[in-house]
């Protein structure tokens, strides 16, 4: 067997940007003569490459006034609703949808129901060469693995169903960032099942009224997550240098 295994020069590296690269450098002693009987050896030196990794999508969320919409069109004027989901880079993302119409419904009073959203995490990696470590995410730490979603308040507020949120916790937020919200962040393991997370809902009630025929604001779901990279090198060790 291969012994003495050590990192020369560089070996841990604090963050790495999308698109980066750099080299470790691991010596070895390969085995000798007597290991091997002086008979040629060949092999796969198998390693693993363990990271963490963190990633963000961004969902262009409509607010909709749907008389003033109607309005227009019966004036022949045309309103068209455009949205786009940024999903970020990574074998794990956060996918969110609108449930129904894809849009909140500006102007519902109380507790009446103006979106639904639905989330869920999936594994999008190559499974034959990588994992997420032990198949979860953990609940939300200092400096740690989790889940965060963040919602802003000019959607209207934030409900879970039946007032249980599951394995998230939420509170409001107006801390650094460009509008405050509530953030919703996981408090217990989320685990994925053949690659995906059952789904996860947020409702949006009380919303506000507007006067245009729409407006964009935008949900961001954040992940952080510890991923395990496995591959193989074939090896020949050959004591009598012949081919």
Same mark, same amino acid.
């Given at each position: 067997?291969?012994?003495?295994?050590?990192?020369?020069?560089? $070996?841990?590296?604090?963050?790495?940007?999308?698109?980066?690269?750099?080299?470790?450098?691991?010596?070895?002693?390969?085995?000798?003569?007597?290991?091997? &009987?002086?008979?040629?050896?060949?092999?796969?030196?198998?390693?693993?490459?363990?990271?963490?990794?963190? !990633?963000? !999508?961004?969902?262009?969320?409509?607010?909709?006034?749907?008389?003033? %919409? =109607?309005?227009?069109?019966?004036?022949?004027?045309?309103?068209?609703?455009?949205?786009?989901?940024?999903?970020?880079?990574?074998?794990?993302?956060?996918?969110?949808?609108?449930?129904?119409?894809?849009?909140?419904? &500006?102007?519902? +009073?109380?507790?009446?129901? &103006?979106?639904?959203?639905?989330?869920? %995490?999936?594994?999008?990696?190559?499974?034959?060469?990588? !994992?997420?470590?032990?198949?979860?995410?953990?609940?939300? !730490?200092?400096?740690?693995? $989790?889940?965060?979603?963040?919602?802003?308040? &000019?959607?209207?507020? =934030?409900? $879970? +169903?039946?007032?249980?949120?599951?394995?998230?916790? $939420?509170? +409001?937020? #107006?801390?650094?960032?460009?509008?405050?919200?509530?953030?919703?962040?996981?408090?217990?393991? %989320?685990?994925?099942?053949?690659?995906?997370?059952?789904?996860?809902?947020?409702?949006?009630?009380?919303?506000?009224?507007? +006067?245009?025929?729409?407006?964009?604001?935008?949900?961001?779901?954040?992940?952080?997550?510890?991923?395990?990279?496995?591959? #193989?090198?074939?090896?020949?060790?050959?004591?009598?240098?012949?081919?």
């Amino acid at each position: 067997s291969f012994k003495n295994a050590r990192c020369e020069g560089k $070996c841990d590296f604090p963050s790495i940007l999308p698109g980066g690269q750099e080299q470790v450098q691991i010596i070895m002693t390969a085995p000798s003569e007597g290991d091997i &009987a002086g008979v040629k050896l060949e092999t796969d030196l198998n390693f693993r490459v363990t990271y963490r990794y963190e !990633t963000s !999508t961004i969902m262009e969320t409509l607010i909709v006034n749907m008389d003033e %919409i =109607l309005s227009r069109q019966r004036q022949g004027q045309p309103v068209t609703l455009e949205q786009n989901n940024i999903m970020g880079s990574g074998p794990i993302r956060v996918e969110g949808e609108i449930k129904g119409v894809p849009y909140v419904l &500006a102007g519902q +009073p109380g507790d009446k129901q &103006a979106g639904i959203f639905i989330f869920t %995490i999936r594994n999008i990696g190559d499974k034959g060469k990588g !994992t997420l470590i032990n198949g979860k995410i953990e609940p939300c !730490t200092e400096g740690g693995q $989790c889940v965060g979603i963040f919602f802003p308040n &000019a959607l209207g507020t =934030l409900k $879970c +169903p039946n007032d249980n949120c599951g394995k998230f916790t $939420c509170f +409001p937020y #107006s801390g650094p960032g460009p509008v405050p919200g509530t953030v919703c962040i996981n408090k217990d393991p %989320i685990e994925l099942f053949k690659g995906e997370s059952s789904p996860f809902r947020f409702d949006i009630v009380n919303s506000p009224d507007i +006067p245009e025929p729409f407006r964009t604001h935008n949900v961001r779901a954040d992940v952080a997550y510890d991923y395990e990279l496995r591959g #193989s090198v074939h090896i020949v060790v050959n004591p009598l240098q012949n081919v």
